[in-house]
């Protein structure tokens, strides 16, 4: 059996700081120099925007930390970027360079360690305590990680660790990172290892945002991630490493360890659930999948996905998909699908849909709420839209509270400007040239009641009601004839020919359905051209020719009057069609 032992004491070996992964990289950004002339109306925030936009690359930093309107400390300046930065910031900041970034960092103190490391086989134990270097005092809750097999771990109370892991090469590259200190990277070699390993593991910057505390802060994150994962993310903060493949049991025992909230991998297989930076690939879950940043393709979970960043592919749910960013693709959720930013794709709920900003496509078995849809609706009861909409298919109502193309619905309809038409037993709408609905309340149309008599004798009291094109027609008739179904229902459409202040042309459609509410029924189907006249603001005479169908049952030959072209009579009842004259006075609202 071979085994080795080494006492490693930080202050006596090699202390690198290190931009994580980025081992080699020169700091070509930071040490480019430049000049900086009669700065004395130049503030921070000008020096920063205009020293990124002319060396074409970006500075992330929090900007609560630095009082970005404050005049420039030096008026006048020849040196490099990185030590323009030390002198208007202090040594409180870290400065760290990745390709198209540079990092600025609150890091006052700095972490020194006291490590043992024991090496048996393939395996390594690593023991040790964490320390401010400055007050000497142990540091707890500081992350612990080896770069290359993304073994980590966090200190306790008092600032000791032990970290357990097999590696084939038992040199360490051990990187301590805790907030508001500095990244720290040790190499530790035992005595039998005269070379450390290279690290070829691929590392990658993301510039963080709010996004992911609030993910972390919603029911589903406080229930599934742990304390220490929420801490190992604010110790590492923006940085993730990519790995081909992991696998979890849940997000606190995984294939990667508490790092796992920092990988980035191409194929991730949770058995019941886990937690990860990011999805490249893959991903399966049999109960949940938690995503830090964005997923990739193809996300499946028995349950629930819940995505910090966006989703671009195919994501499935069982009951539930949250994403806090945008989805590009498909997203399918057995019963609800919530999506924080955009969807640029198609969104299927089972029951409801949900989209804070824009979606293009939504299919929902109840309701479908967006602020903005672009293009189609489809729900089994409501669509609604907070601004505009394209064209929404509902089983009861579409709400818009701007502009919408079309609408069509069981009952209601509502928006303010309608682009194309409205179709609902109600539609409401301040602007709507063609609204198709039994009643329709369109500011910019017509309202109107009333009285006329046909050339059957039916005396019609009717509301119309509609826009500038098209209008619903609903009314009620009395026949002043002595005949079997004196009281009829009507119920049409119509169509404006001809509008101005005095003169009118309309063209309807109305069924009549004649009946004496025990067994007599008759249907009564016309065609009509009406021209008026208007007196006033609120008055309307109006009379025009009628072409009409009648369906009668036997014995009701003396329901209709007028002009007989066609009659048939069968077993079943009597078939008629005859020409009439309906005229009569309508009171305009």
């Known amino acids: ?85 030390v002198k208007e910031l202090g040594n409180k900041y870290e400065f760290r360079e990745l390709p198209g970034y540079i990092i600025i960092r609150y890091a006052p103190e700095k972490l020194d360690l006291d490590a043992e490391m024991e090496t048996q086989f393939n395996r390594v134990t690593v023991k040790g305590y964490i320390k401010n270097i400055r007050t000497n005092e142990g540091v707890s809750q500081a992350s612990i990680y080896d770069k290359n097999s993304l073994a980590s771990t966090l200190t306790d109370e008092n600032g000791f660790f032990k970290l357990k892991y097999k590696k084939n090469n038992a040199s ?42 609030e993910m972390e802060e919603s029911f589903l994150g406080n229930l599934f991630i742990g304390f220490r994962q929420r801490l190992q993310g604010i110790n590492v903060g923006s940085y993730f490493a990519e790995s081909p493949f992991q696998m979890s049991l849940t997000p606190g025992l995984s294939s990667k360890g508490m790092f796992n909230s920092q990988t980035i991998s191409n194929f991730s297989l949770n058995l019941i659930g886990g937690y990860t930076a990011g999805i490249e690939g893959l991903e399966v879950a049999g109960i949940f999948n938690i995503n830090k940043r964005d997923v990739k393709s193809v996300q499946v979970a028995g349950v629930f996905n819940l995505v910090g960043g966006s989703s671009q592919g195919i994501q499935v749910g069982g009951i539930y998909n949250s994403v806090y960013k945008n989805v590009q693709g498909l997203q399918i959720g057995g019963i609800y699908n919530h999506v924080k930013g955009d969807v640029n794709g ?37 669509n609604n839209t907070l601004e505009s909409a394209g064209f929404q ?10 502009t919408v193309k079309h609408q069509l619905s069981g009952i209601i309809n509502r928006a303010k400007k309608v682009n194309g038409f409205q179709i609902s037993l109600i539609n409401i709408a301040q602007e709507n040239d063609y609204a198709i609905g039994l009643l329709n309340f369109i500011r910019n149309g017509e309202m109107n009641l009333s009285l006329a008599i046909d050339e059957s004798s039916f005396t019609h009291l009717t509301l119309r009601s509609g826009g500038r094109k098209m209008y619903g027609i609903l009314g009620v008739a009395y026949n002043l004839r002595a005949i079997d179904t004196p009281i009829g229902l009507e119920a049409g459409l119509g169509i404006h020919l001809l509008t101005n202040h005095k003169f009118s042309l309309d ?62 009579t069968t077993s079943t009842g009597i078939y008629r069609s005859f020409g009439g004259v309906t005229g009569g006075l309508q009171v305009i609202f």
């Open 1 to 85: 059996m071979l085994q080795t032992k080494a006492i490693f004491k930080g202050s006596l070996l090699l202390l690198l700081f290190l931009s994580q992964s980025y081992v080699g990289l020169c700091q070509m950004m930071l040490e480019k120099k430049i000049q900086i002339e009669n700065a004395d109306e130049l503030t921070l925030r000008q020096m920063l925007e205009s020293l990124s936009k002319t060396n074409n690359f970006y500075f992330s930093y929090e900007s609560s930390l630095l009082q970005l309107d404050r005049p420039l400390t030096n008026n006048r300046y020849s040196g490099s970027i990185g030590n323009l930065l």
């Open 172 to 213: 360490v590259w051990l990187t301590l990172s805790k907030e508001n200190y500095r990244d720290t990277t040790f190499l530790l070699l035992p005595t039998v290892s005269i070379k450390a390993k290279k690290d070829n593991r691929s590392f990658r910057y993301i510039p963080g945002d709010s996004v992911t505390q």
């Open 346 to 382: 198609l969104q299927i709920g089972g029951i409801v849909n949900r989209v804070n900003n824009a979606a293009d496509l939504q299919i929902a078995g109840v309701v479908n709420h967006a602020k903005l849809s672009n293009h189609f609706q489809l729900a089994g009861i409501a």
């Open 393 to 402: 298919l509902a089983g009861i109502s579409n709400i818009v509270g701007d």
């Open 507 to 568: 063209t309807e459609f109305v069924s009549l359905t004649g009946t004496d509410f025990q067994e007599a029924s008759n249907q009564l189907q016309s065609f009509r051209l009406l021209s008026g006249y208007r007196f006033g603001n609120h008055l309307r005479i109006f009379a025009g020719p009628s072409l009409n169908f009648a369906v009668l049952d036997m014995g009701q030959e003396n329901v209709t009057n007028g002009w007989n072209i066609y009659e048939r």
